[in-house]
């Protein structure tokens, strides 16, 4: 198992591969001097190779590793709530409209610390009191379903 | 004298009931953020820069900055009463208000840090308005070079900072750089790393990574750490003044801690941390007896808290007056700015010196505010340490999406917003600095557009760059600084300060 900065380093070298190679795509001398390529090509160049030199330093030094990194138990869970009900809201909203995927959201979250009807119940006044203030007040367009909630 | 009149004038804008009131609520949220744990001030800056697109630009920045040295202050008190620091630039105020707390001297060190605060932070107010307008002067002299130049030095400035994490420090830099690189060319128009998306033809917002790298991943973090955690009951604080004794010492520290602060708060790339452990270091040097520092020494609250508004203050000078911004936080407000449609830079004196003025005004306004909250109100603020972090979670999580989601009405930020929680989240677990991110994509715009324009009026020569006295005597301050970082970060030596978070 290899040390989370190999990974790291491996995201930041694939991050400036991707942009190396598209600036490579585009003109480095323009009519009037420079062009679109100059600072990508320089900027995702040099974070190749400093991305690699980081590469070779964590394979040297043992570093923190994946099982050190990720929570067990509780920590986990709590993680994925997180990161789950969010994802769960910008997958549905576009179909259920803000109020329902934003109580659903809320109530996984609430429901981690409290019974699930005090759950709902918070779920329920939050997202009541932040779509009055957003669409209402401050006049945002929210993502609704047919019924206009 | 043109100055002192410009003031008044700017107490006029500031003083309107409206402006009072959006100051008071930036105070108060900012106080709220610095004292709850999951945000900072970065974070919180952010959180609710989107609510102000309706206000204009003088209120939005007013209640803006608010937040922003609100944040400052309520740090504090999590520091000294249960050793947390609400943000980071409160750190070195947990080794020394901390004990004080548990010998019952809490108020004392509350007392001592809201009035060292607001010493700060008037001191730089004032070097703000001496210093500012004859910098901003000067700068008018700048061209595309000396631009290019100067953010070179910034860039430096902050990588070089990181001492050991000096390779991490450059490839988030870069990383922060690349970011800046999508959308369009500033030259020539052209679409660059926008894969067919019409929604990156712009680029990425600056609000959806400020709020995913600072917000969301802080967040994550908590939440797996302490979602269910009991909050620490606060000793009950009495007594907020030092005794007689420690005023002495108190004053000299507080002193010492505004010159600091306000030196490091005009060099762009600092961050509020290094003033801190400065102004700590030097206070434990200079007193009489070191070994009283770490068991409740009142100078070892007085100074870094002094240092950290101090330097709030002072940053805000190569703000107003170069467009540069010093620290995350500062460059959300720079990000404030330019959606509010102003130009950061020496011009904005001058075209928009109301604006200048109001938001400076303004800020002797909130100063006052905060230490009245903060004298008085101390037990008040102390109970909402209390609030439980089950409750605060969910409630940040929906008010970020749709603080994300306000700034176009589209989902595809708040989708950014989260992939840049998840990306900050693993880089703060492996101890990646995110504060160069940050930085180097507001930077990294200012710097690719000054070098183009400055390599198209040289027709592709950099020969020229070191022909300009300005130019070329700060890209050999920069090359110095990287320089001497490489050196120490060999040797293992530099202050490991990340930025603030």
């Known amino acids: ?149 | 004298m043109e100055s002192l009149g410009y003031l008044l004038q700017g107490f006029e804008t500031a003083g309107t009931w409206a402006n009072l009131l959006l100051c008071l609520i930036g105070v108060t949220f900012g106080m709220c953020v610095g004292v709850l744990p999951g945000l900072g001030p970065t974070a919180g800056t952010a959180l609710l820069l989107p609510l102000t697109f309706g206000l204009p630009p003088v209120s939005a920045v007013i209640m803006l900055s608010g937040i922003y040295y609100g944040a400052m202050y309520g740090g504090t008190i999590t520091s000294v009463l249960i050793n947390t620091p609400g943000e980071s630039a409160s750190l070195m105020t947990c080794m020394d208000g901390y004990p004080m707390a548990r010998q019952g001297r809490a108020g004392s060190a509350l007392g001592i840090a809201a009035i060292g605060s607001f010493i700060g932070g008037i001191l730089a107010l004032l070097v703000l308005i001496l210093v500012g307008p004859i910098v901003a002067k000067q700068a008018l002299k700048f061209g595309p070079p000396e631009y290019f130049a100067l953010v070179v030095v910034g860039l430096s400035l902050l990588i070089g900072l990181m001492g050991k994490s000096l390779l991490r420090g450059l490839i988030a830099a870069l990383f922060g750089f690349a970011l800046a690189l999508i959308g369009m060319d500033p030259l020539t128009g052209t679409i660059r790393f926008a894969f067919g998306m019409e929604e990156l033809e712009d680029g990425f917002e600056f609000v959806s990574i400020a709020m995913g790298l600072f917000g969301l991943s802080e967040i994550f973090i908590t939440a797996e750490e302490n979602l269910n955690a009991q909050a620490q009951k606060p000793p009950k604080i009495q007594n907020m003044l030092p005794r007689r004794e420690e005023w002495g010492p108190s004053i000299k520290a507080i002193l010492r801690g505004s010159g600091i602060g306000m030196i490091l708060g005009l060099v762009p790339g600092t961050n509020s941390v290094i003033p801190t452990i400065l102004s700590y270091t030097i206070e434990k040097k200079v007193a009489k007896d070191p070994s009283r520092f770490g068991k409740g020494a009142i100078e070892g609250v007085a100074g870094p808290e002094t240092a950290n508004n101090a330097y709030a203050g002072a940053a805000l000078i190569p703000l107003f007056t170069l467009g540069i911004p010093s620290s995350p936080s500062i460059a959300i407000l720079l990000g404030a700015f330019i959606m509010h449609g102003l130009t950061p830079g020496p011009t904005l004196l001058q075209k928009n010196p109301e604006f200048v003025w109001g938001v400076i005004a303004s800020m002797f306004i909130g100063n006052l505010i905060l230490l009245i909250m903060n004298l008085p109100l101390a037990n008040v603020w102390a109970r909402i340490t209390m609030v439980p972090f089950k409750i605060l979670l969910p409630n940040v999580l929906i008010i970020m999406i749709l603080g994300a989601y306000s700034i176009n009405n589209s989902m595809f930020d708040v989708g950014a917003m989260l992939a840049f929680g998840i990306l900050g989240y693993f880089m703060k677990k492996v101890a990646f600095p995110l504060g160069p991110v940050l930085l180097a994509f507001v930077l990294g715009k200012i710097m690719e557009t000054s070098l183009l324009k400055s390599l198209t009026i040289f027709s592709g020569s950099f020969i020229p760059f070191f022909q300009r006295p300005i130019s070329a005597t700060l890209l050999v301050v920069a090359f110095a600084i990287i320089s001497i970082s490489l050196y120490f970060a060999y040797k293992e030596k530099g202050i490991d300060a990340d930025t603030e978070i």
Do not use: H
């Open chain 1, 1 to 149: 198992m290899k040390s989370i900065e190999v990974y790291v380093s491996g995201f930041f070298i694939l991050v400036g591969g991707v942009i190396f190679w598209q600036a490579a795509l585009l003109p480095y001398n323009s009519q009037y001097g420079p062009g679109p390529g100059l600072m990508p090509i320089w900027v995702s160049g040099l974070m190749i190779i400093l991305s690699a030199v980081n590469l070779v330093i964590a394979f040297k030094n043992k570093g923190t590793q994946f099982a050190d990194l990720i929570p067990q138990g509780t920590g986990l869970i709590n993680l994925l709530a997180c990161v789950g009900s969010f994802a769960l809201f910008m997958l549905i909203v576009k179909y259920v409209g803000f109020t329902i995927s934003s109580i659903l959201m809320l109530f996984i979250l609430f429901s981690r610390g409290y019974k699930w009807y005090w759950g709902l119940g918070m779920s329920i006044a939050v997202t009541a009191i932040l779509f009055f203030v957003f669409s209402s007040i401050l006049g945002v367009p929210l993502p609704v379903n047919e019924f206009g909630w």
